[in-house]
């Protein structure tokens, strides 16, 4: 049995190694490949890559480009739309430069006198009627507009320095006569060529295109034809056409406006002088009324304190009025109990704070009645001009209104009284309260001033009571 498997191992042996190597072989082959391969794989993953980043770099910059156009698109958007609001605005202002134009066109005829109708009318009538023709060619029409504009400003020009203007006019029993206008201001004088209607324009009737004279005779009209020949002369005509003269009658003076308020008017200007004389006399005595200063009660007080009554006494004989009776007092009886004191102290204060206000009530009075005495003076006023309607008719409208008018004259002066008194009062007032003040404040001195001797008097002359100092401040 030995034998039999001694030659099959050796067999075997053989054909084991062969398989070996064979399988060596191939493990060589195939690591050569799979270098081979990773080696293509390598070079294949770096070709990859290059192209990657080449196509990251395009991404890169096509997205740039794009931010950019997308910015540029956003200006244009924005330009696009500042022009279309500023052709918006362009389109209104020539909306409304036409419309101002086609307005204005439309009412200089109703502006001009009735001896321009025949002569300047004509042309702007024609220039305006071109304007109109002119359909949907707007420049066209606004050229034409802008012609009549032009021929409006020269005829301002005209009218403001004078002009003479050869025409037509209609006289006395509606004959048409031909002769010379002269244009100044709102007049229009005529002469005829053959000196028989010399006068002034005074109105055109409506389709009518000759304006009517009323005329002078007699010489009368012997300036104005001098004025229409040369173009100088002395004219007795008020050339606002009597507007001027009615404006100056209508104007009063101070003494006519005062007689026209009446025995209200005169009441209301007694009580406004007297209001001011007392004004006038409170700020003096406000003004001057003697309160001692904080510094001479402190000396008083340093006196009152170092037992120099006889000193502090003098001192208080120095100060005069009501403010020196009130200090006075306080150094009889700085060293009393402290009601004693408070009790004098007040009793002066009482006496000072009439003393200032006196009379002030009397202004509030006048600031109140004065407008009460206008409205009274109103009403007097239009119950006269009614029952002077009632007499006369109410056809007068200027009879009216100047009855009105002199009947608000009283409220006025009643207003003009009333409102400075309202002022002086509220000035005059806190004046008063200011000088009241300053007599509170030497008052409220003195009492504190006992307190530095409470402890040195004997417990008998001293007082427990709480004292509320501020009972000493009145209104």
């Avoid at 696009?80 to 362009?90: I, K, M, P, S, Y």
Wanted: proline content about 2%.
């Amino acid at each position: 049995m030995k034998h039999i498997l001694l030659p099959l191992f050796l067999v075997g042996s053989v054909f084991g190694q062969s398989a070996e190597q064979k399988a060596a072989q191939d493990l060589l082959l195939a690591q050569e490949q799979l270098d081979k391969l990773e080696i293509e794989i390598t070079k294949e993953e770096r070709e990859i890559v290059q192209e990657v980043e080449k196509i990251d770099d395009m991404v890169i910059q096509q997205h740039k480009t794009l931010t950019k156009l997308l910015r540029d698109e956003d200006n244009v958007i924005g330009k696009q739309r500042e022009l279309d609001n500023e052709l918006a605005r362009r389109r209104g202002e020539f909306e409304f430069t036409l419309s101002s134009l086609r307005s204005y066109g439309a009412s200089i005829k109703n502006r001009l006198s009735s001896l321009e109708k025949q002569g300047f009318g004509v042309k702007l009538e024609d220039r305006r009627k071109k304007a109109e023709a002119s359909g949907d060619d707007l420049v066209l029409e606004i050229q034409n507009r802008l012609a009549l504009l032009h021929m409006a400003a020269e005829r301002l020009t005209q009218v403001s320095g004078g002009q003479l203007i050869d025409g037509n006019a209609v006289g006395e029993g509606n004959i048409v006569k031909e002769g010379r206008f002269a244009h100044v201001g709102p007049l229009g004088y005529f002469s005829s060529d053959d000196n028989e209607v010399v006068g002034f324009s005074s109105f055109a009737a409506e389709g009518v295109d000759f304006p009517a004279i009323a005329t002078l005779k007699d010489g009368e009209g012997e300036s104005i034809s001098a004025f229409v020949e040369s173009g100088k002369a002395t004219l007795p005509i008020d050339a606002s056409m009597g507007k001027a003269i009615q404006v100056a009658r209508a104007q009063k003076t101070v003494k006519e406006y005062l007689r026209g308020g009446g025995l209200v008017g005169y009441g209301i200007l007694g009580l406004g002088l007297l209001a001011l004389l007392i004004a006038v006399f409170k700020v003096i005595e406000i003004n001057y009324f003697p309160i001692p200063t904080r510094k001479d009660i402190n000396l008083l007080l340093d006196d009152l304190l170092t037992q120099a009554t006889e000193q502090a006494e003098l001192k208080a004989q120095k100060f005069k009025g009501l403010g020196g009776e009130m200090v006075q007092a306080g150094v009889t009886y700085f060293y009393d109990k402290r009601r004693i004191l408070e009790d004098a102290l007040l009793e002066k204060l009482g006496m000072i704070q009439p003393k200032l206000e006196r009379f002030l009530p009397f202004l509030a009075l006048v600031a109140a009645a004065a407008p009460m005495m206008g409205l009274l003076g109103t009403v007097l006023g239009i119950m006269k001009t009614f029952a002077m309607m009632s007499t006369a008719g109410s056809g007068d409208s200027k009879a009216f209104s100047a009855g009105i008018s002199e009947a608000l004259i009283t409220t006025a002066m009643g207003l003009i009284v009333a409102i400075p008194v309202i002022i002086i009062h509220g000035m005059l007032k806190s004046l008063a309260k200011s000088k009241f003040g300053q007599a509170e404040g030497i008052a409220l001195s003195l009492l504190n001033g006992t307190t530095d001797i409470g402890e040195s008097e004997p417990e008998g002359n001293g007082e427990s009571d709480n004292i509320d100092e501020a009972e000493l401040v009145t209104a």
